[in-house]
């Protein structure tokens, strides 16, 4: 019986842990908002703007980078800083690091 009882806890205590990780472990945290489009806790990886010039909002937990071309190829155009917007005339994308 006691081997049951522990069996069953050690699966109730992963399951809780499984179902409290929401946030993937390369997101960050909080919106990104690219040419009035959001995106919440915004995975690692590029976000193309659909006009110019192009608007960022970061209310993330990490700076995200400006890209003169979509697909975050060209010049590098800035860095947006946590908790900052910014407006780039001729930005094409950007770039969660993490």
Known sequence: MRRTTTTLAALATSAALTLTTT????????????????????????????????????RTDTPVIVFQRDNCQGDTLGQV????????????SVQVPR
């Open 81 to 92: 800083p946590s908790g900052q917007s910014r407006v780039f005339e001729f930005g094409g």
């Open 23 to 58: 946030t993937p472990a390369l997101a960050a945290r909080g919106v990104l908002t690219v040419s009035g489009k959001r995106y919440t806790d915004p995975a690692r990886g590029c976000y193309t703007g659909n006009f110019w010039p192009l608007s960022v909002g970061n």
